[in-house]
């Protein structure tokens, strides 16, 4: 059960004198990921600014809006309004979102003994930090995809994804190394927390009922960043297991960071070619 304190066999102490990734290894990974995430997202953020076509798509897509209740004066009743306020430029967010990764690891290179001494007490909060920045902004955009344009709506996404996220960060703080027992409570609630966008998305996707107009760069949105968005929690998972290699807390740090670059890669391609789609 992923609920409460569940008992282990032994009391945990830190192991990382004795793991195999030691912390150059970490650091060629950091450097490796960042500089990969700082040419995409370089690469996409001038393409969505010199090329025409894909900036003036990016500039008129369908606008953002927000909505309100206003007095009909010959009905005497309220009635419900909209106003558009702006534009989501789908191409500059996709970038934006790599480089949100590739400036995290920039962090974490240059405080490199403070990352380390994090991992050493198995945890990392520039992970956490930068997760509940860039990962929110991306559904966002995955939500505008799906014709979430709803400002209120997007920023309550926005949020709900970042608490997640920082449910992430608690739950490192709340099993230390020398823990005893694993308290699975963080999770939880960050897995409830995250239904919550999702639940948003598919309201959206079931609702319009016309599937077979559906670009299929959509479907391999929705369904790639729900694979990865789960393969993440099933990394924490593992990690407060204890299962296989992830008893080494590194193996499963190492694990984020070959995610993070995997997933965020792909993601900001797919969501970089959704200025494609019909408005």
């Known amino acids: 059960m992923l609920s409460g304190h569940t008992s282990?066999?032994?009391?945990?102490?830190?192991?990382?004198?004795?793991?195999?990734?030691?912390?150059?290894?970490?650091?060629?990974?950091?450097?490796?990921?960042?500089?990969?995430h700082a040419v995409q997202g370089t690469m996409l953020l001038i393409t969505s600014q010199a090329v025409k076509t894909i900036k003036d798509k990016g500039r008129n897509g369908n606008p953002i809006t927000t909505s309100f209740l206003a007095f009909n004066t010959t009905t005497k009743k309220l009635t419900p309004g909209s106003q558009a306020v702006g534009h989501f430029e789908i191409p500059v967010i996709a970038a934006v979102f790599l480089l949100m990764s590739a400036v995290a690891h920039a962090w974490v290179i240059r405080y490199w003994s403070t990352y380390i001494e994090d991992i050493r007490n198995e945890r990392n909060r520039a992970r956490w930090y930068e997760y509940a920045v860039?990962?929110?902004?991306?559904?966002?955009?995955?939500?505008?995809?799906?014709?979430?344009?709803?400002?209120?709506?997007?920023?309550?996404?926005?949020?709900?994804?970042?608490c997640m996220n920082l449910f992430g960060r608690l739950m490192e703080d709340m099993n230390p190394p020398t823990r005893t027992h694993v308290n699975w409570t963080p999770f939880v609630y960050g897995c409830f927390a995250g239904l919550a966008p999702w639940i948003t998305i598919l309201m959206y996707?079931?609702?319009?009922?016309n599937f077979s107009q559906i670009p299929g760069f959509v479907y391999g949105i929705l369904i790639s960043y729900f694979f990865f968005f789960n393969t993440f929690a099933v990394n924490m998972a593992l990690q407060y297991a204890k299962y296989g290699k992830w008893k080494d807390y590194r193996h499963g740090e190492k694990v984020y960071i070959i995610l993070s670059l995997v997933s965020k890669s792909m993601l900001g391609w797919l969501v970089f070619g959704a200025v494609f789609q019909p408005n």
């Open 8 to 36: 282990l066999d032994h009391p945990l102490t830190s192991d990382y004198d004795k793991s195999r990734i030691t912390d150059q290894t970490l650091r060629r990974y950091n450097i490796g990921a960042g500089i990969l």
């Open 134 to 162: 860039s990962s929110s902004l991306m559904i966002c955009g995955i939500g505008y995809c799906f014709g979430v344009y709803d400002l209120a709506t997007q920023i309550l996404i926005f949020f709900v994804n970042a």
């Open 205 to 209: 996707f079931l609702g319009g009922g």
